[in-house]
């Protein structure tokens, strides 16, 4: 027999096993973990192990931060982040918390962070029987008369216990006596004991009975109260007033105006006079909250609405109502009353925000959690629900959650600091109650920054002109631009170096990385480089760093720093000083000699002018300004001295004039007879060459012919096309020395000349013509004989020094037509041919330019 029993007691040991083991899978399946607790445990007992049952790896839980979110009221319970497990903080008083509710369940929200989860525990709050039956008063007097008849009713004050369940009140107990027994009325949830009449009292038997009334609750072992009761023995008035119901339910809605009638309780007496009038008053049993709340009227017996009713405090009052006769002594009789509270949509919504991320980076993905969202109505049904919304036009939303009014703020688009940095969220939570309550919450999202923009610079390219011969110094800065903040628009500067080649301009810059100032760490000079660029490089400070890097093109500009260069007389032992014979016998006009020199400057620093500084006879010889020719002025005479000396000044046109001297010795000679014979022979050899002169002349009529046909041609064909006749720029020319005359030619009122790079500081740039042509105002009044515009036409030349730096040599570089050839001419010869007549402008350089050809009429 024992074998068995222990056989039977394993196979239910098993049994139970399987039904918890399958109870924590159907748990864990169900992601909501269910735990009891009993009230009075010792603080730190443990509930449970949350991370166990839900599946959760121990390890992280500290990383993940594991933690009870919401729930927890007064920090009752707490979670252990080392292993998982749910204990109790605090001790439990069931009573505190559930107040009369048959089942105390409490929800707990807990989170994990790195994925976020949010998990939610339920735990109930087993009753203990920790509280006695009591009862409102230790002592209760009645007042019976003798001749109440056997089986009378006399209400006692039920016994109240704070337990629930099995623990609360079970059963009644009297003391023995022979006049009364105890007797518990149905149909009350309460068990409302009276006291019945066996036999007659016989008050000159006995004037008081003294009774025991015991309440006993069912918990193990049972605790019990007791209520002494004094029975005192009247005479006279033997009928007590009865209700006109056994039980009066109404019900209430929660708004009713404050002093609204209730009901009206009706109880009678058969007696007469004074024995049979009824007054009302409170149960001795009445609560205090009820009596706030409610007012009765104690002749009519109607109830009054004292207080504003709050269903969210109570949902039902259930109260007696005493009806008193006047005998003596008085009888009286408790009317129940129940009174249930209808709810109204009178609560907002609440909204409670649990934060996650407090400053979102910009460059955060969709999805993204910003914050946690629990929203709660105090009202019931319908009232209770609750729908929310964000404001418009943000990039996020609300994600709901398992649970009903808890929902997750997420990203919902992308974010860019540089265009919104502060997001001010409007949350609307609205109940589907009538009327709609709602309710408005104000989220602030920060965005940080990340480095996801590039320095910018204001230009693409930079342009520095910086003069010649500048000591080194701060020449120029540059600045970038960061949409970004902080460290990511920190920007540092450097010097992009190149090969390090002789033509690597950059190696004698310095920038400073911070401020990016430029410094020269030698001065320039105009004669050996003209123009270079250079790249400097932005780089923030992020993480990781961007940049980006502009070009800076440096035009050097020349100053007045080379003196004129004699080139005719030849210089020696550091003067230049030349001798040149002259027959006495030469007409005016007489070309002696011509100084040559150059300036290696340009414009009106290279712009050269010839003066006699010395000279002899100032009737006798004359100096061209412009060309340095030096001729006769009139014939020699017998009294003429035989030699002169001119000394020359040859000077630039810079701010501050750089000069030369040239020192030519003039011998004048007598003729000799070899002259007389060789101006016979050439009298005889000019007639001979006078049939030449024919031919050529012939064939030089056959050209220009040839040449005014191709112009028509040429126009013709430029009829057609656009009539923009600008010319494009020539972004990089080098170029050096200077030019007597620059290229000219007239339109109209205006006159037009070619230049390099630099221009005439007295000259005007005509607005939408060519970069490289100069317009000069016309100084003269123009003369009937000057030819018209007839023709413009569009060339490229190349102006070149020749090898003996006397002359420059242009060349047509256009390959069209008739333009097809190479023209190399003098400087003097090439301008007048292409020009009116020579004038005072500044020399042009060498280089390669866009020509505007303007061919008069004839």
């Given at each position: 027999?024992?074998?068995g029993?222990?056989r039977?007691?394993?196979?239910y040991?098993?049994?139970?096993?399987?039904?918890?083991?399958?109870?924590?899978f159907?748990?864990?399946?169900?992601?909501?973990?269910?735990?009891?607790?009993?009230?009075?445990?010792?603080?730190g007992?443990?509930v449970?192990?949350?991370a166990?049952?839900?599946?959760?790896?121990?390890?992280?839980l500290?990383?993940?931060r594991?933690?009870?979110?919401?729930?927890?009221?007064?920090?009752?319970?707490?979670?252990?982040q080392?292993n998982?497990?749910?204990?109790v903080?605090?001790?439990?008083?069931?009573e505190?918390?559930?107040?009369?509710?048959?089942?105390?369940?409490m929800?707990?929200?807990?989170?994990?962070?790195?994925?976020?989860?949010?998990?939610?525990v339920?735990?109930?709050?087993?009753?203990?029987?920790?509280?006695?039956?009591?009862?409102a008063?230790?002592?209760?007097?009645?007042?019976?008369?003798?001749?109440?008849?056997?089986g009378?009713?006399f209400?006692?004050q039920?016994?109240?216990?704070?337990?629930?369940?099995?623990?609360?009140i079970?059963?009644?107990?009297?003391?023995?006596?022979e006049?009364?027994?105890?007797?518990?009325?149905?149909?009350?949830?309460?068990?409302?004991p009276?006291?019945?009449?066996?036999?007659?009292?016989d008050?000159?038997s006995?004037?008081?009975?003294?009774?025991?009334l015991?309440a006993?609750?069912?918990?193990n072992?049972?605790?019990?109260g007791?209520?002494?009761?004094?029975?005192t023995?009247l005479?006279?008035?033997?009928?007590?007033?009865?209700?006109?119901?056994?039980?009066?339910?109404?019900?209430?809605?929660?708004?009713?105006?404050?002093?609204?009638?209730?009901?009206?309780?009706?109880a009678?007496?058969?007696?007469?006079?004074?024995?049979?009038?009824v007054?009302?008053s409170?149960?001795?049993?009445t609560?205090?909250?009820?009596?706030?709340?409610f007012?009765i009227?104690h002749?009519?017996?109607?109830?009054?609405v004292?207080?504003?009713i709050?269903?969210?405090?109570?949902?039902?009052?259930?109260?007696?109502?005493?009806a008193?006769?006047?005998?003596?002594?008085?009888?009286?009789v408790d009317?129940?009353?129940?009174i249930?509270?209808?709810?109204?949509?009178?609560?907002?919504?609440?909204?409670?925000?649990?934060?996650?991320?407090?400053?979102?980076?910009?460059?955060?993905?969709?999805?993204?959690v910003?914050?946690?969202?629990?929203?709660?109505?105090?009202?019931?049904?319908?009232?209770?629900?609750?729908v929310?919304?964000?404001?418009?036009?943000?990039?996020f939303e609300?994600?709901?959650?398992?649970?009903?009014n808890?929902?997750?703020?997420?990203?919902?688009?992308?974010?860019?600091?540089?265009?919104?940095s502060?997001?001010?969220?409007?949350?609307?939570?609205?109940?589907?109650?009538?009327?709609?309550l709602?309710?408005?919450?104000?989220l602030?999202?920060q965005?940080?920054?990340v480095?996801?923009?590039?320095?910018?610079f204001?230009?693409?390219?930079?342009?520095?002109?910086?003069k010649?011969?500048?000591p080194g110094?701060?020449i120029?800065?540059?600045?970038?631009?960061?949409?970004?903040?902080f460290?990511?628009?920190?920007i540092n500067?450097?010097?992009?170096?190149?090969?390090?080649t002789?033509?690597?301009?950059?190696?004698?810059?310095?920038?400073?990385s911070?401020t990016?100032?430029?410094?020269?760490?030698?001065?320039?000079?105009?004669?050996?480089?003209?123009?270079?660029?250079?790249?400097?490089?932005?780089?923030?400070?992020?993480?990781p760093?961007l940049?980006?890097?502009?070009?800076?093109n440096?035009?050097?500009?020349?100053?007045?720093?080379?003196v004129?260069?004699?080139?005719?007389?030849v210089?020696?032992?550091?003067?230049?000083?030349g001798?040149?014979?002259?027959?006495?016998?030469?007409?005016?006009?007489?070309?002696?000699?011509?100084?040559?020199?150059?300036?290696?400057?340009?414009?009106y620093?290279?712009?050269?002018l010839?003066?006699?500084?010395?000279?002899?006879?100032?009737?006798?010889?004359?100096?061209?300004?412009?060309?340095?020719?030096?001729?006769?002025?009139?014939s020699?005479?017998?009294?003429d001295?035989?030699?002169?000396?001119?000394?020359?000044?040859?000077?630039?046109?810079?701010?501050?004039?750089l000069?030369?001297?040239?020192?030519?010795i003039i011998?004048?000679e007598?003729?000799?007879?070899a002259?007389?014979?060789?101006?016979?022979?050439?009298?005889?050899?000019?007639?001979?060459d006078?049939d030449?002169?024919?031919?050529?002349?012939?064939?030089?009529?056959?050209?220009?012919?040839?040449?005014?046909?191709?112009?028509i041609?040429?126009?013709?064909?430029?009829?057609?096309?656009?009539?923009?006749?600008?010319?494009?720029?020539?972004?990089?020319?080098?170029?050096?020395?200077?030019?007597?005359?620059?290229?000219?030619?007239?339109s109209?009122?205006?006159?037009?000349?070619?230049?390099?790079?630099?221009?005439?500081?007295?000259?005007?740039?005509?607005?939408?013509s060519?970069?490289?042509?100069?317009?000069?105002?016309?100084?003269?009044?123009?003369?009937?004989?000057?030819v018209?515009?007839?023709?413009?036409?569009?060339?490229?030349?190349?102006?070149m020094r020749s090898?003996?730096?006397?002359?420059?040599?242009?060349?047509?570089?256009s390959d069209?037509?008739?333009?097809?050839?190479?023209?190399?001419?003098?400087?003097?010869?090439w301008?007048?041919?292409?020009t009116?007549k020579?004038?005072k402008?500044?020399?042009?350089?060498?280089g390669v330019?866009?020509?505007?050809?303007?061919?008069?009429?004839h």
């Amino acid at each position: 027999m024992e074998d068995g029993g222990q056989r039977r007691r394993r196979e239910y040991w098993w049994i139970s096993l399987w039904l918890s083991f399958l109870l924590c899978f159907v748990q864990q399946i169900s992601t909501q973990a269910r735990y009891s607790v009993q009230e009075e445990v010792k603080e730190g007992s443990v509930v449970g192990n949350i991370a166990k049952d839900l599946g959760l790896d121990v390890s992280t839980l500290l990383d993940r931060r594991f933690r009870i979110v919401s729930g927890s009221k007064d920090d009752l319970f707490q979670v252990n982040q080392n292993n998982g497990a749910l204990y109790v903080q605090k001790k439990i008083d069931r009573e505190e918390i559930c107040d009369g509710n048959d089942v105390c369940l409490m929800n707990l929200k807990i989170a994990v962070e790195n994925p976020l989860e949010i998990h939610y525990v339920a735990v109930e709050i087993i009753d203990v029987n920790d509280h006695a039956p009591s009862f409102a008063e230790k002592h209760l007097s009645l007042e019976v008369a003798e001749n109440k008849s056997p089986g009378a009713r006399f209400d006692l004050q039920p016994a109240r216990d704070l337990d629930v369940g099995t623990n609360c009140i079970r059963s009644y107990k009297l003391s023995q006596n022979e006049h009364f027994s105890l007797e518990l009325r149905d149909g009350d949830e309460d068990g409302l004991p009276s006291l019945v009449l066996q036999k007659y009292l016989d008050r000159e038997s006995a004037l008081k009975h003294e009774l025991l009334l015991t309440a006993i609750d069912g918990g193990n072992p049972p605790k019990s109260g007791s209520l002494n009761i004094t029975i005192t023995v009247l005479d006279i008035n033997d009928n007590q007033p009865v209700c006109s119901q056994n039980m009066y339910s109404i019900s209430l809605y929660e708004n009713v105006s404050i002093g609204t009638t209730v009901m009206k309780v009706n109880a009678t007496d058969p007696d007469d006079g004074s024995n049979g009038e009824v007054v009302y008053s409170w149960g001795r049993n009445t609560k205090n909250k009820v009596k706030d709340i409610f007012e009765i009227d104690h002749i009519t017996g109607e109830m009054y609405v004292k207080k504003q009713i709050d269903f969210e405090d109570n949902q039902i009052y259930r109260l007696n109502i005493q009806a008193s006769d006047k005998g003596q002594p008085p009888l009286s009789v408790d009317c129940r009353v129940s009174i249930r509270i209808i709810d109204v949509n009178d609560n907002k919504p609440e909204i409670e925000v649990t934060p996650i991320l407090t400053v979102v980076p910009e460059d955060s993905k969709p999805g993204t959690v910003i914050c946690l969202i629990s929203v709660s109505d105090r009202d019931s049904g319908i009232n209770g629900k609750v729908v929310c919304s964000l404001s418009n036009d943000v990039p996020f939303e609300l994600k709901s959650s398992v649970e009903d009014n808890t929902f997750s703020l997420i990203i919902k688009g992308k974010l860019d600091r540089e265009l919104v940095s502060h997001y001010d969220i409007l949350l609307i939570a609205k109940d589907l109650g009538q009327p709609v309550l709602s309710s408005l919450k104000t989220l602030s999202v920060q965005i940080s920054d990340v480095n996801d923009n590039v320095p910018e610079f204001p230009q693409q390219p930079l342009e520095l002109y910086l003069k010649e011969n500048t000591p080194g110094a701060s020449i120029f800065s540059v600045s970038a631009n960061d949409k970004d903040i902080f460290e990511n628009a920190i920007i540092n500067y450097q010097i992009m170096r190149g090969d390090a080649t002789l033509n690597d301009m950059s190696t004698f810059l310095n920038i400073n990385s911070e401020t990016g100032v430029i410094s020269a760490l030698r001065s320039f000079d105009f004669e050996t480089v003209k123009t270079f660029q250079f790249r400097v490089l932005a780089t923030d400070s992020g993480t990781p760093p961007l940049s980006s890097n502009v070009t800076v093109n440096v035009f050097i500009l020349d100053q007045n720093d080379n003196v004129p260069v004699i080139l005719y007389p030849v210089s020696s032992n550091g003067s230049a000083e030349g001798v040149e014979e002259v027959p006495r016998n030469v007409n005016a006009g007489h070309l002696v000699t011509k100084v040559r020199a150059y300036d290696a400057d340009i414009g009106y620093n290279g712009w050269l002018l010839f003066s006699l500084q010395e000279v002899s006879d100032h009737s006798l010889f004359g100096l061209d300004r412009y060309t340095g020719q030096i001729r006769t002025l009139r014939s020699f005479t017998e009294t003429d001295e035989a030699q002169h000396k001119l000394v020359i000044l040859v000077k630039d046109n810079g701010n501050v004039s750089l000069s030369a001297t040239a020192t030519v010795i003039i011998k004048v000679e007598e003729p000799k007879e070899a002259f007389a014979a060789s101006d016979v022979k050439h009298a005889v050899k000019d007639e001979e060459d006078n049939d030449v002169t024919f031919y050529l002349i012939i064939t030089l009529g056959s050209v220009s012919v040839l040449f005014i046909i191709s112009i028509i041609v040429l126009i013709v064909m430029q009829c057609s096309k656009s009539t923009d006749y600008s010319s494009k720029y020539l972004q990089d020319t080098n170029y050096d020395g200077t030019l007597c005359h620059s290229i000219q030619y007239r339109s109209g009122d205006k006159r037009y000349m070619l230049v390099g790079p630099r221009m005439s500081i007295s000259s005007t740039i005509v607005p939408g013509s060519n970069g490289n042509t100069l317009v000069v105002p016309d100084r003269r009044r123009r003369t009937s004989g000057e030819v018209g515009v007839h023709y413009i036409y569009h060339f490229k030349v190349a102006v070149m020094r020749s090898l003996n730096m006397s002359r420059l040599i242009f060349a047509v570089l256009s390959d069209i037509g008739l333009f097809s050839w190479h023209l190399s001419r003098s400087v003097t010869s090439w301008c007048q041919y292409y020009t009116i007549k020579p004038y005072k402008i500044p020399t042009l350089p060498p280089g390669v330019f866009y020509v505007k050809l303007f061919v008069p009429s004839h």
